[in-house]
């Protein structure tokens, strides 16, 4: 019975950041994929366009809401577990840990900032990215002290984490003044990614679904370290390869919707022409 329970929370705890870690995935990938098709349409405008077509708000109101939901549910099921607080703040004589719930509110706000500046032209340009730069300076700050007393090996490796939190949170800060930079964009869903890639890895190694627990050693200590840089290696590649992927499909169907306006340029011109002829043909 202690070995069911004991591998129950095992597994409670492996999910606990294997769930984050597929939600940041799925966030880093989306906004990859919506940063460059924004890239690709700008280069392609005049340069006093500005009015950015009505599918890529449709995508800022999808994101604001994505991160509505997200934190809501987060919140929810911290508090309505069953060994959550259920809405108290004092219990058993200590005050309840809420920092998940704090994290995921800032989050919350930011969503909120993002659908406001999206559909109100009244918000001040930069208030979306101020409010989620805030939001992960947030996590990164909870999460430093959440790594207190705890052992060498688990300590070390909450701390990778906040490589990519506090990156995120200071390349999102510059696109409050600096708009529209592809680098910077990519930057921070390069981030977003890492992070998600590294709580798997949490995951994986302090509760292994199979086998021993790793040993907090000196050893193991750095091997998590290299093993940090070959995430940021692989979040780079599949930004990388991202980019290239949209922009030979949008390369592709704009070049057979040319082909099609040319066509019926064409066809147009042609049937233009044999109505001149008929009417030459019916005046003579």
């Avoid at 999910?15 to 870690?21: Q, S």
């Avoid at 989306?30 to 098709?37: G, M, R, S």
């Avoid at 009015?51 to 508090?79: Q, S």
């Amino acid at each position: 019975m202690f070995l069911m329970v004991s591998g129950l929370k095992k597994m409670a705890k492996f999910e606990g950041h294997v769930l984050p870690g597929t939600f940041v995935l799925i966030y880093g990938f989306c906004l990859t994929v919506k940063h460059v098709l924004q890239h690709l349409w700008r280069t392609h405008q005049p340069k006093g366009q500005q009015n950015m077509p009505p599918f890529f708000k449709r995508t800022d109101y999808a994101e604001g809401g994505f991160l509505i939901i997200a934190a809501f549910v987060g919140i929810t099921v911290e508090w309505f577990v069953v060994d959550g607080p259920h809405v108290y703040f004092y219990r058993n004589g200590s005050w309840v840990n809420l920092q998940h719930s704090t994290m995921y509110l800032f989050f919350g706000i930011s969503g909120i900032a993002m659908v406001a500046s999206t559909r109100c032209k009244l918000v001040p340009t930069g208030v979306d990215r101020l409010a989620l730069s805030l939001a992960l300076f947030v996590e990164g700050f909870l999460f430093y002290y959440h790594v207190h007393n705890r052992p060498l090996l688990d300590a070390h490796i909450h701390k990778l984490v906040l490589v990519p939190v506090f990156g995120g949170s200071a390349s999102t800060m510059l696109e409050v003044f600096i708009r529209d930079n592809i680098i910077l964009e990519l930057l921070r869903a390069c981030l977003f990614i890492l992070q998600g890639s590294w709580f798997y890895q949490i995951g994986f190694v302090l509760y292994p679904l199979r086998g021993p627990a790793w040993d907090s050693n000196d050893g193991n200590v750095m091997f998590i370290t290299v093993c940090f840089c070959w995430h940021l290696a692989v979040a780079l590649l599949l930004v990388a390869c991202t980019y290239i992927v949209v922009w030979s499909t949008v390369r592709r169907f704009s070049g057979r919707q040319l082909d099609t306006e040319i066509g019926m340029r064409n066809t147009s011109s042609k049937t233009s022409s044999q109505k001149a002829l008929l009417e030459e043909s019916d005046e003579e």
